[in-house]
Every structure is written in C-alpha cells, then in structure tokens.
C-alpha cells in the first residue's frame, strides 16, 4: 500500500497511459483522459497506441519501429504530436519507460506525458511574427492563440510592436515634412531663376538700348561740328 501511495504521487502531475509491449492500452489515468478527451477509460481499453496519431504519423516511417525499439527496452524520450478523440491537435512532451518483468522481459510500457501545446504554439507564433517583421510588417501582432502560461509573451510582443509602429509614423511623418521643405525650395529656387532670367533679358535690352542712344548721340555732334564750319 505504502508502495503504490508512492507511485500514485509520483504520477500525479502527469498524463500516464500504460501499453502492452506491442502497443494495446491497458489502463489511463484521469489526466491523460482530460489531455486526449477521453470520458472514460473503458472507450480505448484494448485499442491500440496509434488510435491517438494523425494517419500520416502513423504511417510514417519513424513510426514503424517505435514499438519494436521500446519492446527492446529502449527509453524514448520526445515530444510529439497528438490526435485527441475529437480531432484536435495536441503537443506532448512524453517518456515512454519500458517496463521488465522478473525474467527481463517488457512486460508494459508506461508512457509520462506533459501536456505543452501553449507552448509549442507560442513558439511557432512568435517565430512567424518575427519572420514577417523581419519582412517589414510593423502591423504583425499576436493574437489570443498565445495563450495560457504565454500570455505575458503576447502581452510583451504586442506593446514593444505598438512602440515601433508610433516610431516608425513619426519618422514617415518627419519625413513627408522635409520633402516638402525640398520640394517648396525647389519650387521657390526656378521661381528665382525665372525671374533672374526675365531681369536679365530687360538689362540686355537696356544696355542695347542706350548703346543706340549713345550711338546716334555721337553721330549727331559730328554733324553738327560739321555745320560749324561751314
């Protein structure tokens, strides 16, 4: 009795499911029936591992020597993806402990899971938002499938994004200004050179026009030195 207290301790944290050493259920503690889904324990008494794998897991080739290896008494320590009963996606971090009877055969093999699906979910998020950052996007944000214990991350994320994004419309705004400073001093700089060119055009004709002032003014004295001497 003391014993089984002990063992009965030592799993409680966990989502524990025991299997023959082929891979049929035997037994399913109340977490791992809340994390897979399972109202009771005798829907999946008899059924095999793979019943909790998508169909391409189970067909994979991974998967085919899995059972082989853990009847070997290999310990397989992984996280994994998951089918629940009602088709949802679920992420374990499982040991899968072989277990030997007196003559040394695996007699079962008893599976330790921890349920990490926020987790992984926050990863893939976060590394899908800094990847469209990374493109330019200042709008990515992080929605409410960051959940859980990863909230904070959610919460984090989002208000250092909001920062950049005020930053970013005031540099744009900054920048809109100066172009149009250039553009209104280069409007104001052919205003300038137009009206320079204009000037310069009146000088040129008053300066042509004085040069026949001057011109006829001397050909006036000249003839009339000439009617002083005669």
Known sequence: AGALAVVQALDAPFAVIEFTETGEILDANQNFRDAMGIGSVAEIIGQ?????????????????????????????????????????????????????????????????????????????????????????????????????????????????????????RRMMACTANLTDVFEATSKNSRVLQEKAGNQSEEIQKTLVAVGEISARTRENSKIAGLAGTL
Do not use: Q
């Open 48 to 168: 095999h591992h793979r019943m909790f794998l998508f169909p391409e897991d189970a067909e994979s080739r991974e998967y085919s020597g899995f059972w082989a290896n853990l009847a070997a008494g290999d310990f397989v320590s992984t996280e994994v993806r998951r089918c629940r009963l009602d088709g949802r996606e679920i992420w374990l971090s499982a040991n899968y402990v072989p277990i030997k009877s007196e003559d040394g055969s695996i007699k079962r093999v008893r599976k330790y899971a921890l349920d990490v699906t926020d987790r992984h979910d926050a990863v893939d998020l976060l590394l899908d938002a800094l990847r469209r950052l990374a493109d330019g996007d200042i709008l990515v944000r992080l929605d409410d499938r960051v959940r859980g214990d990863f909230s904070y991350i959610r919460h984090e994320f989002n208000a250092l994004m909001e920062g950049i994004e005020r930053r970013m």
